[in-house]
């Protein structure tokens, strides 16, 4: 079946260090791509999206880009912070027919450890 | 703050005991989603509801049965789980589901469940 996965399941960075977080996919008709945060004893956060007629979406010290080539998202944090400690998650959605939107599959998440 | 309200945020109960789990949204939203979350997969869609109507049932067992009021409520009926049901359970809410573009999910911060 069609599946969402992370390369690599931890990351130790030091602080002011650049991260870079990545998620590959399977699904050619996936169209829409989220990246979520999710720090102990909370649910999942919206960081940023992207949908597959774009490469590149820039946000507050984050940036998604998307190379639906290789079917590879990735997530780039800029001067990483204690605070940016978590598990990511990429998500996928893939609008087959117009009808499912609305059911995103996950990836299994990525640990990032950022080091005073 | 989410947006997205669940409580209790931690359930203990005995596996003849009924319980419900309950989550709010102030977000506007039509779509109202259960997730379970275990340690070391990915989150697990259990049921989708679209303006209060329940368009997806993943397999999940009968133990576990959703209500929806209205749109911004969703319950979760617990009834005899087993002690593998322990989890945390999250409660998500979006826009609509099968509009014609992708949206982002909204996360509330989860009910931890522990079954004796």
């Known amino acids: 079946g069609e599946s969402v996965g992370l390369h690599l399941p931890t990351l130790s960075v030091q602080e002011g260090d650049n991260s870079i977080i990545n998620c590959a996919y399977s699904n050619s008709a996936s169209d829409y791509f989220i990246w979520y945060k999710q720090e102990s004893g909370k649910g999942p956060q919206f960081i940023i999206d992207?949908?597959?007629?774009?490469d590149k979406r820039q946000g507050q010290r984050v940036t998604v880009l998307l190379n639906k080539t290789v079917k590879h998202l990735s997530l780039q944090i800029a001067a990483t912070q204690p605070g940016d400690s978590a598990v990511y998650f990429c998500?996928?959605?893939?609008?087959?027919?117009?009808?499912?939107?609305?059911?995103?599959?996950f990836g299994q998440g990525t640990i990032l450890t950022v080091h005073p | 703050e989410t947006g997205v309200t669940q409580t209790p945020r931690h359930l203990v109960m005995g596996m003849t005991n009924k319980k419900s789990l309950k989550c709010e949204q102030h977000?506007?939203?039509?779509?109202m989603y259960w997730y379970k979350q275990s340690a070391k997969k990915p989150l697990e869609l259990m049921f989708v509801?679209?303006?209060?109507?329940?368009?997806e049932n993943n397999s999940v067992p009968s133990r576990f049965s959703p209500e929806c009021p209205n749109s911004s409520h969703l319950f979760l009926h617990l009834h005899t789980l087993q002690p593998e049901d322990s989890a945390l359970y999250l409660c998500?809410?979006?826009?609509?589901?099968?509009?014609?573009?992708?949206?982002?999910?909204?996360f509330g911060d989860g009910t931890r469940l522990s079954i004796l």
């Open positions: 509801y679209n303006f209060k109507e329940q368009t």
């Open positions: 998500a809410s979006s826009q609509e589901v099968g509009g014609r573009v992708g949206q982002p999910q909204h």
């Open positions: 977000l506007g939203h039509n779509a």
């Open positions: 998500a996928e959605n893939s609008n087959a027919g117009g009808t499912s939107y609305g059911k995103l599959t």
């Open positions: 992207i949908r597959s007629n774009m």
